[in-house]
């Protein structure tokens, strides 16, 4: 199919994807992915940062592959700029993936345009050697202003909170919203607490935000070491965390304590019966980029994946027999 076909195919089935996130309408059983008949019900793909597998992490040219491949939502990564623009980068500093180097915060959004943000995107080739394509065509730090632009208003957008403190990004974000007339079709994720206080300050019927990761958390370690439900989230809530997270274990003793590496799969069916005590309530898997853990999210009932390359979750997605062989304990 042509590439402009598929585009407007994605852009016509994401509008219900795009009602159902931004509605209390639409819950765990009844969710519709955008490319329903595709997917058959399975989970959503959200392309990460655009896609950081296929292209260069949180840029227009990742938004672009991760539309013609099929994502369901896309998730973009912000930070601020000196000068106060809200642009789309994740890393501490920019030498991990551009050629220039220091924070996003000490440098003028006009500085950081004349970055390469596909420096050190790297691909294998078939002599295995790796190669640098985007050395030779610069590809540009976008602000989020643009990413929305270069979006279809209704393919949902997830923007995950980067930068510290949180009132000023806070504020120049939600300056972009009201300017895109974008609210609707946006969640909030951060992993700083902090950002639930920031954006609480804006009317419900706006700010649209993931429970707090503090709050997932522990209610999954209850579920998996004492097997209690504790405060399940509310209705309409968005939730996320890893499918697999690597964690430690510290045990607390009189005299010191004792700490055990761990790699802890906490979406079990325990857990998500207990996140899913109240209506509507979503769950986002985190980090699932092979067939066997999207078959296992599918099973768990999980509404939607995290990925890194939506190019290859679409072939799994498109490959996965139905009715799902589930084990008995996966539901």
């Given at each position: 199919?042509?590439?402009?076909?598929?585009?407007?195919?994605?852009?016509?089935?994401?509008?219900?994807?795009?009602?159902?996130?931004?509605?209390?309408?639409?819950?765990?059983?009844?969710?519709?992915?955008?490319?329903?008949?595709?997917?058959?019900?399975?989970p959503m793909i959200v392309a990460h940062r655009g896609g950081t597998a296929d292209y260069p992490e949180n840029t227009l040219i990742a938004i672009q592959g991760a539309l013609e491949n099929h994502a369901d939502a896309i998730w973009l990564t912000v930070q601020l700029t000196r000068d106060g623009i809200p642009v789309l980068y994740r890393p501490a500093?920019?030498?991990?993936?551009?050629?220039?180097?220091?924070?996003?915060?000490?440098?003028?959004?006009?500085?950081?345009?004349?970055?390469?943000?596909?420096?050190?995107?790297?691909?294998?080739?078939?002599?295995?050697?790796?190669?640098?394509?985007?050395?030779?065509?610069?590809?540009?730090?976008?602000?989020?202003?643009?990413?929305?632009?270069?979006?279809?208003?209704?393919m949902p957008v997830m923007l995950d909170m980067k930068a510290t403190p949180a009132e000023p990004q806070t504020a120049a974000v939600a300056r972009v919203l009201d300017e895109e007339n974008a609210w609707q079709r946006v969640l909030i994720y951060s992993t700083d607490a902090a950002y639930q206080t920031t954006f609480a300050a804006y009317p419900k019927a706006q700010a649209r935000l993931f429970e707090s990761r503090?709050?997932?958390?522990?209610?999954?370690?209850?579920?998996?070491?004492?097997?209690?439900?504790?405060?399940?989230?509310?209705?309409?809530?968005?939730?996320?965390f890893e499918f697999a997270r690597k964690m430690e274990l510290v045990e607390t003793f009189t005299l010191g304590e004792a700490r055990s590496a761990v790699t802890a799969r906490l979406w079990t069916p325990e857990?998500?019966?207990?996140?899913?005590?109240?209506?509507?309530?979503r769950i986002l898997a985190i980090g699932i980029d092979n067939a066997d853990d999207y078959r296992a999210a599918a099973c768990l009932g999980v509404n939607a994946v995290l990925a890194d390359s939506p190019q290859k979750m679409r072939a799994i997605r498109a490959s996965m027999a139905q009715p799902l062989q589930c084990a008995a304990s996966a539901r």
């Open positions: 199919m042509p590439i402009r076909s598929r585009l407007a195919r994605t852009f016509a089935l994401a509008a219900s994807l795009a009602a159902c996130l931004t509605s209390a309408g639409c819950g765990p059983g009844s969710i519709s992915p955008a490319h329903a008949d595709d997917s058959r019900g399975l500093d920019l030498s991990t993936n551009t050629d220039g180097r220091g924070a996003v915060a000490t440098l003028d959004f006009a500085d950081l345009e004349r970055l390469n943000a596909g420096w050190n995107f790297a691909r294998i080739d078939a002599g295995g050697t790796k190669r640098y394509p985007y050395r030779d065509q610069p590809v540009r730090i976008p602000s989020l202003a643009e990413a929305l632009r270069a979006i279809p208003p209704a503090d709050a997932t958390r522990a209610r999954l370690a209850a579920a998996a070491l004492s097997h209690t439900c504790e405060d399940a989230p509310q209705t309409g809530v968005w939730t996320a857990a998500v019966k207990c996140f899913r005590t109240n209506a509507d309530v």
